[in-house]
C-alpha cells in the first residue's frame, strides 16, 4: 500500500548510495512520495542528480550554512512544487581531529562550526521552508545515542546532536498550531562515508550487533521504513519525539554477555 501518495518530500544529506539519507528517499518513493534531493557543492552533485532522476524527482544546490542559498531552495521549491508535505533533516559536519582527542580540546572555531551545520541548520531549512510547508507536514531530523550516553570518540558530534533533538522538540511546540510535526530518528550505528570518520568504528558495529534485542545491526532501509511512517498520516499525532531505529540496542542497561 502506497502510504505517501500524492506527498512531496525534501530529502537533505544524499552523499552517495551507502548515505542514511538515500536510503530514506529510497523508501519514501517506493510508498509514492515525489522526491527532492539537496546537494552541497560539485563534489557530490552528479551522485545527487543521479539518484534525483533515477527516483524521478529533482535536485537542488543548498548551501545549508548560507541564508541566500536556502531563500533560493525555497523559491525553486516553491516554484516547482507549490508545496511541501515531508522535510527530511540528514545533515551533519564536525571537524576529523574533533572526532579523535579530548572532548576539551575541542577548538572554538570547530564546535562552533558543528553546531551550525549538524543543529542550527535544522532551525534555518525550517525558517527558510515555513511558508512552503503544508499543513500537517511531517518534519524529521536524524540523530544518534550518542547524544544523552557517553560514546567514546564520537565527542562533539553527541554534544550537537544533543542541541538538535532539543531544537526539534522546540520546533514541535512553534508549529504545532499549524498541524505540523517535528520528530526525530536515532539510528543505530551503520556504515557510511561519514560514520567511518569515528575512530573504531567498527568495533561499534560489532558491540551492537552482540548486545542488541534483535542481535544485529539496522541498515538505511530500516531507518527509512520509519520515515516513511512519520511522513505518512499514520503518524498524525506523533510530535516532538525521539524514535529508536536501532534493534533495541538503546534500551540495554547491562550486556547478558561478553561483548568484544
Not at 522526491?35 to 552541497?40: K, R
Not at 533560493?72 to 515531508?86: E, M, P, Q, S, W
Not at 534483535?214 to 520509519?226: H, M, Y
Not at 511522513?231 to 506523533?238: E, P, T, Y
Amino acid at each position: 500500500m502506497a502510504l505517501l501518495e500524492g506527498k512531496v518530500a525534501l530529502v537533505t544529506g544524499v552523499a552517495n548510495k551507502w548515505s542514511i539519507a538515500t536510503g530514506i528517499a529510497r523508501e519514501l518513493h517506493a510508498h509514492g512520495a515525489t522526491i527532492v534531493l539537496t546537494y552541497q557543492g560539485d563534489r557530490v552533485r552528479d551522485e545527487v542528480e543521479k539518484l534525483a532522476a533515477e527516483l524521478g524527482g529533482s535536485a537542488f544546490a543548498c548551501d545549508v550554512a548560507s541564508d541566500e542559498s536556502l531563500a533560493i531552495l525555497a523559491d525553486g521549491v516553491r516554484d516547482r512544487y507549490g508545496r511541501l508535505d515531508t522535510l527530511v533533516h540528514s545533515i551533519a559536519f564536525v571537524n576529523k581531529e574533533d572526532l579523535a582527542g579530548k572532548v576539551y580540546t575541542t577548538s572554538r572555531a570547530g564546535f562552533a562550526l558543528a553546531a551550525d551545520i549538524s543543529a542550527f541548520s535544522l532551525i534555518a531549512l525550517t525558517n527558510a521552508l515555513v511558508d512552503v510547508l503544508a499543513e500537517s507536514a511531517s518534519i524529521m531530523a536524524l540523530t544518534y545515542f550518542g547524544s544523552t550516553t557517553i560514546v567514546p570518540n564520537y565527542n562533539v558530534a553527541g554534544i550537537v546532536k544533543a542541541a538538535l533533538e532539543s531544537i526539534v522538540r522546540y520546533l514541535a511546540y512553534d508549529l504545532g498550531d499549524r498541524g505540523i510535526r517535528v520528530n526525530a530518528i536515532s539510528a543505530g550505528p551503520i556504515s557510511t562515508a561519514s560514520s567511518r570518520q569515528v575512530r573504531d568504528f567498527k568495533k561499534m558495529l560489532d558491540k551492537v550487533a552482540a548486545a542488541a534485542p534483535l542481535r544485529r545491526n539496522v541498515t538505511a532501509r530500516d531507518v527509512g521504513a520509519t520515515a516513511v511512517y512519520l511522513a505518512s498520516d499514520l503518524s498524525r499525532a506523533v510530535t516532538a519525539d525521539v524514535h529508536f531505529v536501532d534493534a533495541g540496542y538503546h534500551a540495554m542497561g547491562m550486556y547478558p554477555e561478553p561483548v568484544v
